[in-house]
Structures are given as C-alpha cells and as structure tokens.
C-alpha cells in the first residue's frame, strides 16, 4: 500500500530558529495536507495543497507540493513557543481518493 | 458553532466488552471518517462512509463495526474480536469524498480497556 516517510522524526530547537520538515512517498499523491496535533486532541488542518508545484503560506507556515508528486515539505519560521506539537503530513492518492494516507509525524519541541 | 464533536473524551471498559464511540458533525458534510492512532504512529483508517446508509472498510476494520443512519452522525463500535482495542479514536468529514476535499478532525476518545 501507498506510505509516506515523513523526517525528522523529531526536532528540538531554540526559540526563534525556523523550522523545516518534509514527506515523502514511493507514489504521487493528489493533494498534500499539513497537520497539527497537541496532545490528547484531534489534528487541526494547517496547509493543503492541491497542485504540483504549489506554494502556499499560512502566516509563519509555508509548505509546497513537490513537482513530482512524491514529496511535500513544511517550513516554519521564527519559531513561538505554541508551535510546539506534532506535525503530520497526510496524501490523497489516485487510487482510494477518500483515504488519507498519514505519515509517522514529526515532534517539535522548542526550549525558550 | 459547526464542528465535530466526539463523546465521551475517555471512556473505560473491561476487556470482552462492546463500546460505542460517538461522532457528531453539524457541518452539513457528507463524508465521514474513523481512524485509530497508537503512541507515536501516524493515523489509521478503520472505516469511512460517503454518504448516508453506505460505509466501506479502511486499513484496520477488523473487529470493529459502524453505522450511517444520519447524515450528521457516524458511531464506531469496538467489539470484544478486536485484539488490542486501547488507543485514541479520531473521527473526521469532509463535504464529500474525493482528492480536493479536506478532512477536518474532531478532539478525540481515548479509549482503554482493562
């Protein structure tokens, strides 16, 4: 089935510093969403993109969708304190439009 | 306020008993979705349904069972056939399936069995 490699698997950073993570997959994907997740909640949508290609920010959150197909990645500048949680990445793919595919997360933990 | 609630936020059950989870959406969306995450894994598909009296199995149906009898409405039953049960169950709809239609989460349950 479709997987997505989704690095770092975790990031300990200073406040301030920017941050980048990516997924990616053996198979092209549709679209390309962005989540994060605090603890013992549900994930909260960030960025989707729907485009080869497609850059797109949501006020310090910029994440494109890779020409290929295969791969996404996620930046976050100029780090705050609420940043800190999981971020996963998730892909719609060709086949089975109406599952996401998720990957294993990345833990962002950020020191004052 | 539209949204997608989920009852209770932790639930408790002996090993051997059904539990019921609960997924209300009052965003008007046809399309409704279960998945299961373990400690540090990524999200699972159990089952999704796209429309109202239809659902399909996901990844990891087995020992699970839902209903559609709503459209605003889509329960999960974890049965007593389901090996390790104990995990956060996360509900999800989107305004209909397909590629360009985003799946919005609901808060959670976490459910352990004793």
């Known amino acids: 089935g479709q997987q997505l490699n989704q690095s770092p698997q975790s990031m300990f950073i200073q406040e301030g510093e920017d941050v980048s993570m990516n997924c990616t997959s053996s198979?092209?994907?549709?679209?390309w969403l962005w989540y994060k997740q605090d603890p013992g909640e549900g994930p909260v949508l960030l960025i989707a993109?729907?485009?080869?290609?497609e850059l797109t920010s949501n006020g310090r959150l910029t994440a494109q969708f890779g020409i290929t197909r295969k791969d996404s990645f996620l930046n976050i500048s100029a780090s705050i304190p609420s940043d800190v949680g999981i971020y996963f990445c998730?892909?719609?793919?060709?086949?089975?439009?109406?599952?996401?595919?998720f990957g294993q997360g990345t833990r962002l933990t950020i020191n004052p | 306020d539209g949204g997608i609630t989920q009852s209770p936020k932790y639930l408790f059950r002996k090993e051997g008993q059904n539990v019921t989870l609960s997924c209300e959406q009052n965003?008007?969306?046809?399309?409704m979705y279960w998945y299961r995450q373990d400690p540090g894994q990524g999200l699972r598909l159990i089952y999704y349904?796209?429309?109202?009296?239809?659902?399909q199995k996901g990844d990891i149906a087995e020992g699970y069972s839902v209903s559609r009898e709503k459209k605003e409405s889509f329960p999960l039953t974890v049965t007593s056939a389901q090996k390790n049960p104990t995990a956060f169950y996360l509900c999800?709809?989107?305004?209909?399936?397909?590629?360009?239609?985003?799946?919005?989460f609901g808060p959670g349950t976490r459910l352990t069995v004793l």
């Open positions: 349904s796209q429309i109202v009296n239809d659902f």
């Open positions: 998730a892909g719609q793919g060709l086949q089975g439009a109406q599952k996401l595919v």
């Open positions: 999800a709809s989107s305004i209909e399936p397909g590629p360009l239609n985003t799946q919005y």
């Open positions: 965003l008007n969306h046809d399309a």
């Open positions: 198979s092209i994907f549709n679209t």
């Open positions: 993109l729907y485009k080869a290609g």
